[in-house]
């Protein structure tokens, strides 16, 4: 699976016992890093569909993915299918994978290529191989405006009991891009709002699983906040007594661009009171 958000330090959840509104601060300023990062969402330009067996990559007119910029090989590696396999074949030493000179690398979801201003990542839409393609001094990455969020509200940050199911369970849920997708799914998370109790399904996010992966939408989706709606990270502990901090809801990568896909909540993950905390809806300028 891919994971829905950026990768961040487990501490920043685990730090839901100290100060809130220090928590969701550096949890926020963690999280404007990222997005100003070399992995950032707004990076990604396009994803590319990989048709041929050998898939040349470079500045050149006859690359088969071409990477145009200053200072790229013609073609300076490739990507060879071997069965299900996608492996990269560097031809450069400035085609790196996850900082590193390979002399070929079978090529996982977790893997970043880099080749100049480039970033790429492999992905089976569809059951295909392709690449997600990133570009650093691309125009949505150089207008990149920073998030927008809702004050900070203690209101919204309450006490949660997770209750785990027995075994290994999957659930169906739709997705931004048409179709089903399946999520591992552990249990159920109840909490208190107004005196008025609230239980919503939890999953894990292959990328982030020591933690419950909390995707929901509110009264607030669609109008104050992003339609498809929002997720939430929430800290697991032995006794299941956590703490589920709506101040550090996001948006999914889908929010940021249509080469993303994202899960949608289930209806029984639609909550019927407006959640004015967390991220609010990106502007794109």
Not at 16 to 27: E, F, M, P, Y
Not at 39 to 44: D, Q
Not at 146 to 155: A, I, P, R, S
């Amino acid at each position: 699976m891919i994971s829905f958000m950026l990768a961040f330090p487990l501490f920043l959840l685990l730090a839901g016992d100290s100060s809130g509104a220090a928590d969701v601060k550096a949890w926020r300023a963690h999280q404007e890093q990222k997005m100003r990062g070399d992995k950032s969402p707004f990076a990604v330009e396009r994803v590319e569909i990989l048709d041929h067996d050998h898939s040349t990559l470079g500045s050149g007119a006859n690359a088969t993915v071409k990477l145009p910029g200053e200072g790229i090989p013609p073609v300076a590696g490739e990507v060879v299918i071997r069965g299900k396999d996608a492996v990269l074949i560097p031809s450069s030493p400035l085609l790196t994978v996850n900082g590193k000179q390979e002399k070929e690398h079978v090529l996982i979801g977790t893997d970043w290529v880099a080749l100049g201003s480039y970033r790429l990542q492999i992905r089976h839409p569809d059951g295909k191989i392709a690449l997600r393609i990133a570009n650093l001094k691309g125009k949505a990455m150089m207008s990149y405006s920073g998030l927008k969020y809702f004050d900070y509200n203690e209101h919204y940050r309450v006490p949660a009991q997770f209750t785990p199911l027995s075994g290994k369970h999957e659930l169906t849920v739709d997705s931004s891009q048409g179709g089903p997708q399946q999520l591992p799914y552990v249990g159920k998370l109840t909490f208190k709002l107004d005196g008025q109790s609230y239980t919503l399904d939890a999953f894990i996010d292959d990328d982030e699983p020591d933690v419950l992966f909390i995707i929901f939408r509110d009264a607030s989706s669609g109008k104050e906040t992003y339609g498809v709606g929002r997720y939430v990270y929430v800290a697991r502990t032995p006794n299941g007594e956590t703490i589920l901090d709506f101040n550090k809801a996001f948006n999914p990568l889908c929010a940021y661009g249509p080469m993303f896909f994202c899960p949608i909540p289930p209806k029984q993950n639609h909550l019927p009171v407006a959640i004015l905390a967390g991220e609010k809806p990106y502007s794109h300028h």
